[in-house]
C-alpha cells in the first residue's frame, strides 16, 4: 500500500520486492558485500527484478533494517531526488541526497503512522494543499511573500520568537537530527513540499549557531511557499529563499530604521539579539536597504571575522533555545504512548529497527551541555 500522496507523484509497485532503506543501497559497495553484480543491484533499486529468497536476508543485514522492510505491501511514501530543495548540488555527492531523500521518506511513513492515532496540527501553509502548492496565493515575489505569511499567521511585524515551533504549529514536519551519519556535514538543509504534509530537514552540523539555524528554517520556507517546482541549487530560487528570510525574520519596514546610520557592530549586535538573526545577517541587510556603501560592508565583514578570532561576537547553539529545536513527532508519539501504542509496536508497523525509528522521532541528544542531576 502506497500511503496518499499528490497524483503526481511516482509510486512504487506493491508486488514486488524492492530494496529501500534508511540509507539507500550505492551500487558499488552493496554488490561487493552481497556478492552480486552492480547490475543486479541497480535492478533492485529500480524495481525491476525482485531479490532472490536467500538474498533478502543478507541484504537487510548489509542494510541495517528487518527483512520486513523490503517486503512488499508495507505502507511506505515515495519521493523523488529532484522534488526537494538542496542548496548546494556541488557540495552534495548524490549518495548523500539519496541518504537525505530515504530519510524524508521515513519521516513521512513515521508522520503517517502516528496520525492515524493523533490529530496533528492542520497544514496552514499560503497556497498548500495536499502536496500541491498554488504560487500565486503567495505571489512570486520573495518579500511580498513573506509579509503575506506574517499576515497569515498572525506574527504581526515584530521578532519571531521561536520559528521552528511556529512552523511546527502550522501542520508542517520538521527535524533536526544526524539523519545519515557523517552525511548530514555535505547536506546543509533541504525541504519538500511534494508530500502531503511539508517536511523541512535541518542538520545538527548547523546547530551550532542558532542565528544561522533560524535562517536557514526561514529560507526552507520560503522555498515551500515560492518553489512547488523544484529546481535544486538553482541559484535565483536561492538567492529568492534568502530574501524571503530575510524579510520574514527582519521585515524592513520594522528594520531598516533601527539600523545605524553607519556600521556599528555593537548596536548590530543587541539588535541582533532583539530580532533573533545573525550581525552578519544585519550587517548585509544594512547595505540591502542602501543604509551603507559596498566598501563599508566589506569592511564591516573584515572587521567581525578580525573579532571573532579574538573570542567576541561568538555564536550560540541551538541547544539553549527550545522553541528552535522540532518536538512535533516527539509529543505525537509521547501523547500515542499514553494510548497504549509502543515503540516496539510502532518500529514493526514501519519494519524499521528500533534505534531507527528513535531516530525519526528525535530521541537524540542536541544539548552538548554536562547535565546536573539531583540525587
Same mark, same amino acid.
Given at each position: 500500500m502506497v500511503l496518499p500522496r499528490p497524483p503526481r507523484q511516482k509510486t512504487a509497485c506493491s508486488g514486488t520486492t524492492q530494496a529501500r532503506s534508511g540509507p539507500p543501497p550505492r551500487h558499488r *559497495?552493496?554488490? &561487493? @558485500? $552481497?556478492?552480486v553484480s552492480p547490475v543486479a543491484v541497480g535492478q533492485w533499486e529500480a524495481g525491476t527484478h525482485a531479490p532472490r529468497p536467500?538474498? %533478502?536476508? *543478507? #541484504?537487510?543485514? %548489509? #542494510?541495517?533494517?528487518?527483512?520486513?522492510?523490503?517486503?512488499?505491501g508495507r505502507p511506505y511514501a515515495r519521493l523523488e531526488s529532484s522534488a526537494a530543495h538542496f542548496r548546494s548540488l556541488r557540495r552534495t555527492p548524490v549518495s548523500q541526497r539519496n541518504k537525505a531523500i530515504a530519510f524524508t521518506e521515513q519521516v513521512w511513513e513515521l508522520t503517517y503512522a502516528l496520525e492515524k492515532r493523533i490529530q496533528l496540527p492542520p497544514v496552514d501553509l499560503p497556497g498548500f494543499s495536499a502536496g500541491e502548492v498554488v504560487t500565486d496565493v503567495a505571489g512570486?515575489?520573495?518579500?511580498? +511573500? +513573506?509579509? +503575506?505569511?506574517r499576515q497569515a499567521w498572525n506574527l504581526g511585524t515584530g521578532p519571531i520568537s521561536?520559528? %521552528? *515551533?511556529? $512552523?511546527?504549529?502550522h501542520g508542517l514536519i520538521v527535524t533536526l537530527v544526524p539523519f545519515a551519519g557523517t552525511a548530514t556535514a555535505t547536506v546543509d538543509a533541504f525541504s519538500t513540499s511534494h508530500l502531503p504534509r511539508p517536511v523541512v530537514v535541518l542538520t545538527p552540523d548547523r546547530a551550532n549557531d542558532v542565528y544561522r539555524h533560524r535562517f536557514t528554517a526561514a529560507h526552507e520556507l520560503g522555498h515551500l511557499l515560492l518553489h512547488p517546482d523544484t529546481a535544486p541549487g538553482d541559484a535565483i530560487q536561492?538567492?529568492?529563499?534568502?530574501?524571503?528570510?530575510?524579510? #520574514? #525574520?527582519t521585515p524592513s519596514a520594522e528594520i531598516t530604521p533601527q539600523l545605524p546610520a553607519r556600521i556599528d557592530l555593537h548596536a548590530l549586535d543587541q539588535l541582533s539579539k532583539q530580532w533573533g538573526v545573525s550581525v552578519d545577517s544585519l550587517v548585509y541587510r544594512c547595505r540591502e536597504v542602501g543604509a551603507v556603501s559596498d566598501a563599508a560592508y566589506r569592511r564591516a565583514y573584515q572587521r567581525?571575522? @578580525?573579532? *571573532? @578570532? /579574538?573570542?567576541?561576537f561568538t555564536r550560540g547553539p541551538v541547544a539553549g533555545y527550545p522553541g528552535e529545536i522540532? &518536538? /512535533?513527532?516527539?509529543r505525537a508519539y509521547a501523547l500515542a504512548e499514553e494510548h497504549g501504542l509502543t515503540q516496539a509496536i510502532l518500529a514493526k508497523e514501519l519494519a524499521c529497527t528500533l534505534p531507527r525509528l528513535r531516530l525519526l522521532l528525535g530521541h537524540t541528544d542536541t544539548d552538548t551541555r554536562p547535565r546536573l542531576r539531583l540525587v
Open positions: *559497495r552493496t554488490n &561487493i @558485500q $552481497m556478492g536467500d538474498h %533478502v536476508g *543478507r #541484504l537487510a543485514e %548489509v #542494510l541495517d533494517v528487518p527483512p520486513t522492510f523490503l517486503a512488499a512570486t515575489d520573495p518579500a511580498g +511573500a +513573506a509579509r +503575506a505569511l521561536h520559528l %521552528v *515551533r511556529t $512552523m511546527e504549529n536561492e538567492k529568492e529563499a534568502d530574501a524571503f528570510a530575510a524579510e #520574514l #525574520l567581525l571575522n @578580525q573579532l *571573532r @578570532q /579574538l573570542g567576541l522540532p &518536538i /512535533l513527532l516527539n
